[in-house]
């Protein structure tokens, strides 16, 4: 079976993944802004730390979704500060059975999708990535790799499955979750200290935030903070997780997260959805949330300026 | 009677009110470092928003302690991070009945000089003053300047209503506080969030806090916190405090709390005195002091270099 794909929001994410799908011969088409005729021109290249690097060199471009029209698939790996501008951006896509897989972080972006364009439409994809974009249409991947899908608030079905053996088909590592929501809560156990206090380090990598005694203690009880929250709202993730993920970026080195580049880089933050969005929904649940209202806060003023670019 | 004073520390804090019991015919003796040839030849200028403008010609300063002697009365207004060199600079000054009265910020204090020089010894001073030190000699004035004064962990006896006369009779506004640990926890009520989030904010001041939506909430928050800390250790503050004191602070304008001017300007931080022993002191007593933990924490890594200036 054929299928048509397009890739919405071609940063790091969506091109090392988009990459990977074209190279194993799926018809991608890449919505692109400063990078389109670099890659029209050069094609994409990924450089990885885990597996061979490899190039494409014809990548399907495009400066509308109008030009792309209807396809089976949209992976929509925008940053979700720009979320509103998907109201014009998708509806050129949508056939009657068109799917929209956000792989973006944090919390609200299913639903943003759902309100918009119908929940049945919308799957949700973790990606646990270390990316960075070096320049146009090349992207190095410095660690891990995997993606877990799921519906938005449905267990996984046929479509789900389908999904899922497409990208794994490609070679990416890619798993079906039963329930999105406890997966991206996990997620968050990770991405709110680490991301959060690598801004308020004032842009600094995971290894100096656990090389330092004061960074490491609030690393640990934000994630505790985190899976207390997640535990009120339905979401049961075992204490085991805090070692866990201690130890796994133990190994990362001096990884950048994505959100502490964004903020030295001058480029918006996604605020709300990996803190202003799990504060509120932990808050109204009546969990408790000081510290990490308190991280969202911060990060808040200091990203006031930079929100809307 | 007549009465010999020594101050320690002729900071702001230490010129201002030396300065007042110049003027008012006191024997006051100024331990200098860097200030110490500019204000022997030209003596302190104070100029005040709130009061007229003085200056006094002739001021006793020097280098040492020994030079000093022993004295009536030590007024020790060092910056607490530098508490260890008051190991030496105290006993030249120590008569069979010296007192030594700290001015200094935030907890912690008064059990160092207890622990060293005898409980017997010590008295508090909780300084409402807002100064800045503007150049060699030079103290501006910018508003408020009570201080309240009590015997370390004792009521006020005679002794303590004597040092507040010398203060008083020098035109100081100056008062008997019955529990100078009470009173110390209300003055935190407002250090322990402005001070830390004119630096966590990157080197703002109080107007700027108050203008941010996300700072304004934290500042109350931490209000509350501080408030209920203290009364887990059984000194009850109200909770109208909160309003009094924002209210209190709109009215200061753009005023740089001294913690901030220390940070930006690459001095040392006194990070234990105002956030790190209350902090300890109300996590050993059982109250919910996340915020405040958390404030010490990522102000202790920021400051981490310039700790020991």
Redesign the interface.
Known sequence: MSYKIAIVGSGAVGCYYGAHLVRAGAEVHFLMRSDLNHVAEHGLAVESALHADFEVKEVLCHATTEEIGAVDLVIIALKSTQNEVLETLIPPLLGEHTCLLTLQNGLGNGEFLAQHFGEQRVMGGLCFVCLNRTSPGVIKHLGFGLIMMGELHASATDRTRQVVEWFSRSGINCEVVGDLMWASWRKLVWNIPFNGLAI???GIDVAEILA?E??L??TR?LMREVIRTAGVLGYELPDTLVDEQVEKTLKMGPYRPSSMVDFVEGRAVEVEAIWGEPWRRGAEAGA?V??L??????I???T?ALRER
Chains 1, 2 share one sequence.
């Open positions: 308020l380090g004032g330092d004061d960074l203690v609030l009880q408790e000081g510290r209202e308190m991280m969202y806060r911060l808040n003023e200091k006031r």
